[in-house]
């Protein structure tokens, strides 16, 4: 667990969190900045980790992991 001093409105805090690894891109493993944002059967996004190379954009500020941008139709 890492913590960490701040201030807030002037006064001092100390906030305390687990430590994130960076995530891994689900295809290719290298370092991720995207998460997939397709809506699953649950109704929560897919959020698989996701590298530049195999996001799959759609235009529309969403990105789609391979296999839901191979889907017919997208979701919202």
Aim: hydrophobic share 30%; proline share 9%.
């Amino acid at each position: 667990m890492t913590c960490q001093a701040i201030c807030i409105d002037g006064k001092p805090a100390i906030v305390c969190g687990l430590c994130q690894r960076p995530r891994r891109c689900c295809v290719r493993q290298k370092p991720s900045a995207y998460l997939c944002d397709a809506i699953t059967a649950g109704g929560r996004t897919c959020s698989r980790a996701l590298c530049a190379d195999d996001r799959v954009p759609d235009g529309k500020d969403r990105d789609f992991c391979p296999r839901h941008a191979r889907q017919p139709e997208l979701p919202l």
